[in-house]
């Protein structure tokens, strides 16, 4: 089993690296795997709603988007971590999720998430929370720890300093490997996932 950590900086190797290199670490003494995605520097497109991703994934090739949903495709749990600009999540790490469940929302569904928010001090719950989002609309099971998944640091690899933030970490990364054992527990004896009903689309009441 494998998990995919995407990290939302556009510091290849800061603190928000950090905290998600700590959950994988973990991992793989829990017997999982663990891949770091980075975001980085480069441009990312927003979403500008064309509808045209159903088939074939987003339309715009110049980025990293479509690269990331193949391997999401291949993963069985999902770690979204990003540093806090003004109290929300970094704005390239938003357009790129936008792109990635709008096109591929399916790939992702019953396979467990978590999100890390990192900051060198405010905006930490309100960006967590607005990660969380994408899990609730696709059916992802989301895995918690013993206090919500934020770091603090602000020059690059400060958060190896906050060892509350990075136990948070290590715990979220256990309690992550357990669900994913547990859900192929169940896999193994048969359980199937569950069957969504889909027919209403109730835009607006007339
Ligand atoms: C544009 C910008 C806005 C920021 N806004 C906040 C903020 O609202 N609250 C905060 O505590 N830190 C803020 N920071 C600091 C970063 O969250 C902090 O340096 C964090 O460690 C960056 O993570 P990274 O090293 O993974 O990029 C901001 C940094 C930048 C560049």
């Not at 994934?57 to 495709?73: I, L, T």
Request: with cysteine.
């Amino acid at each position: 089993m494998k998990v995919l950590l995407l990290n939302g900086s556009s510091r290849q190797n800061g603190n928000t690296y950090t905290a998600l290199l700590e959950i994988g670490k973990t991992l793989e003494q829990e017997g999982i795997d663990y891949e770091i995605f980075q975001i980085g520097a480069a441009p990312v497109r927003d979403c500008i709603g064309c509808g045209k991703c159903s088939e074939k994934g987003c339309v715009f090739e110049d980025d990293k988007v479509n690269e990331f949903v193949a391997k999401a495709k291949e993963c069985d749990g999902f770690v979204f971590g990003t540093p806090v600009y003004y109290a929300h999540p970094s704005g390239r790490i938003l357009s790129f999720l936008d792109r990635v469940f709008y096109s591929s929302g399916k790939s992702f569904a019953f396979k467990p998430g978590a999100a890390v928010a990192v900051a060198r001090r405010g905006g930490t719950t309100a960006s967590f929370d607005v990660l969380n989002k994408y899990f609730g609309i696709s059916q992802m099971p989301v895995a918690g720890s013993t206090y919500w998944n934020i770091a603090h640091g602000a020059g690059e690899g400060e958060a190896e300093q906050d060892a509350e933030g990075l136990q948070t970490m290590r715990n979220l990364a256990r309690n992550l490997a357990w669900m994913m054992k547990c859900f192929q527990a169940g896999k193994e004896k048969g359980i199937e996932v569950p069957q969504a009903e889909r027919g209403s689309r109730t835009n607006f009441i007339r």
